[in-house]
């Protein structure tokens, strides 16, 4: 079964340095590194805003806490939003190439 992981980054640098280290240590098959998107949100009792780099992570459903939790290690937020949930279906190629992993 697949997994995929949403987590927003400070930057496309962060995102990408993170991204090949779990990559490099089979964690995770890819990520998707979007452009820059505002953010508004609530942290520490005030609102705050910023500009954010959306990522999107696939990795299997056997290793998505493993992945997730390596993740929250390696980013540079002190309390990272990271998300991650199991997919309900997924083509044959993309299935053989996450479970390669």
């Not at 990522?55 to 390696?74: G, H, N, Q, S, Y």
């Not at 980013?75 to 309900?88: F, K, L, Q, V």
């Amino acid at each position: 079964m697949t997994a995929l992981i949403y987590c927003p980054f400070p930057d496309a640098a962060s995102a990408e340095t993170i991204g090949r280290t779990l990559i490099d240590e089979r964690l995770i098959a890819c990520i998707n590194i979007g452009g820059p998107v505002r953010s508004i949100f609530a942290w520490k009792g005030a609102v705050d805003e910023g500009e954010e780099v959306p990522c999107l992570l696939k990795t299997t459903a056997r290793l998505l806490e493993r992945a997730i939790a390596r993740l929250e290690v390696l980013h540079p937020y002190e309390a990272p939003a990271i998300t991650g949930w199991h997919c309900d279906a997924a083509g044959a190629a993309t299935q053989a190439w996450l479970d390669a992993l």
